[in-house]
């Protein structure tokens, strides 16, 4: 029974595709649609448009299967049974809210061709109050239809993993016939022995940015937790490890540094305060204004760290920027505090040279003022300073005395507190990072 259901994924971005490959590997027939052609001519040849570890040999493996193809054309969407809604929810570029644009658009396109019995499950994350709204907007443009909810939790660098060994499902539902489709679709995952979470509409929406919240939160206590330990002569590092030893606190989303970045917990913490403001609840998330506040301090902080070393005017000064990046083993680069902080350098006059494993040509399409360079030791050459800003592991195999005879200077600011500095020291490189005050 459950392989009859014919699936449909409407957005093709990095959730849409990564659903798409994962729901077809596990034996559905599977229509993604997208309305970027260029997209579409891409996913069709099995090719992936961004980097993801273990996706693109998932997505070549499935488009030669033949259950999943990729189409520009809605209409393609009119046998699957369950369709989901993957599409961007970005922030807007007048406030803090999040535009909705693309979902709104996406159940108006499918609504015509919905066919009778058909569930439509959102996976975007959305302002809580959404999900009740569409349903409302289906009611009259596809009556014959059913929403549901079923927010993503994977995480980038982990997508493939984190989509079919996911931590919980959580499903919003209105009908038992709404959760019995859902466990159809999810049944491998779920006879992983995946805890099964029903919850409302609305539930099922604050659940996606309660996480993202609460993980922005433990990052942004640990990085306040820097800032004493800068103050009082401290070492973060050691403390976190001490405090995470502690199950209730526990040693994940720990690592203090330059903060979180990406496409999710910056805008997802700022949606959720525009929302409850509009619900009349503002002060509830009052502390995530705080979260925000501390996350970003941590980039002009290592900025400090940097002009405590060049000194203030830092004009032509060479500095060496590892990683663009928001996290490793990504090509993501939205909101990315590596990025931003070559951003500013390069503002302030520093001749900044960056070096990313994955992430050079979507940084330098958003900022081709910047230096680029592919190879790594390039990019070190005659550096007055280097700063450590995306983790990869590359980065850690650097061997700082090798690399002591290509820089000028040998200071190095590691702003994800992960090399070793006990080993560039003993090559000789002034080491310094945030949250450490030796
Ligand atoms: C995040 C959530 O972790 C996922 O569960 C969620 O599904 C996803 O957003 C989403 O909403 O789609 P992701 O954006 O891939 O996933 O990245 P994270 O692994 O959460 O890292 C976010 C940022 O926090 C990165 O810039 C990372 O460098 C930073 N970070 C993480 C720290 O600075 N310190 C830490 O201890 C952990």
């Known amino acids: 029974m459950a392989m009859n259901l014919q699936l449909s994924v409407i957005g093709c971005g990095y959730l849409g595709v990564t659903h798409a490959a994962c729901m077809s590997s596990l034996g559905f027939n599977v229509v993604g649609v997208e309305t970027d052609a260029r997209k579409v001519a891409m996913l069709q040849k099995g090719e992936l448009p961004f980097y993801e570890p273990g996706l693109d040999t998932l997505l070549a493996q499935e488009i030669a299967s033949g259950r999943l193809t990729f189409t520009t054309d809605v209409s393609a969407i009119k046998d699957a049974d369950l369709h989901f809604i993957c599409v961007g929810t970005p922030q807007r570029s007048d406030s803090f809210a999040a535009d909705l644009t693309y979902v709104d658009s996406a159940i108006e396109a499918i609504a015509p061709h919905l066919k009778p019995g ?180 941590a980039r002009l902080r290592v900025i400090e760290v940097v002009r405590s070393e060049l000194g203030r005017d830092l004009t032509a000064r060479k500095i060496a920027i590892l990683g663009t990046t928001f996290k490793p083993d990504s090509d993501d680069v939205r909101d990315s505090p590596a990025l931003d902080i070559a951003v500013q350098l390069h503002r302030a006059g520093a001749q900044v040279l960056v070096h990313d494993p994955k992430g050079i040509k979507p940084a330098k399409a958003r900022f081709p003022e910047l230096n680029f360079e592919e190879d790594v030791y390039t990019t070190l050459k005659d550096a007055e300073l280097t700063l450590h800003l995306t983790e990869w592991k590359e980065y850690r195999a650097l061997d700082p005395v090798e690399i002591a005879s290509i820089v000028k200077d040998k200071i190095m600011i590691d702003g994800r507190n992960l090399l070793n500095r006990e080993l560039w020291r003993a090559a000789g490189w002034k080491f310094r990072a945030l949250g450490r005050s030796d």
């Open 118 to 297: 058909a569930l439509v499950a959102g996976k975007s994350t959305v302002p809580v109050g959404t999900a009740q709204r569409l349903r409302e907007r289906l009611a009259v443009t596809a009556p014959q239809a059913e929403l549901a909810w079923n927010p993503e939790f994977l995480r980038e660098g982990f997508a493939v993993e984190d989509t079919l060994r996911p931590n919980r499902l959580v499903v919003g539902v209105t009908s038992d016939r709404a959760e019995e489709i859902l466990k159809q679709a999810y049944e491998p995952v779920i006879a992983l022995g995946t805890p099964w979470i029903r919850a409302d509409l609305p539930t099922a929406e604050l659940v996606k940015v309660a996480a993202n919240s609460f993980l922005a939160t433990k990052i942004s206590f640990i990085n306040a937790m820097a800032e004493i330990c800068e103050a009082a002569d401290g070492d973060v590092t050691v403390l976190a490890q001490a405090i995470g030893y502690d199950p209730r606190i526990g040693n994940k989303f720990l690592q203090a540094g330059i903060g979180f970045g990406g496409g999710c917990l910056p805008k997802d913490i700022r949606a959720f305060m525009a929302r409850a403001e509009e619900l009349g609840a503002k002060q509830a998330l009052e502390f995530l204004r705080e979260v925000d506040a501390i996350n970003l301090r």
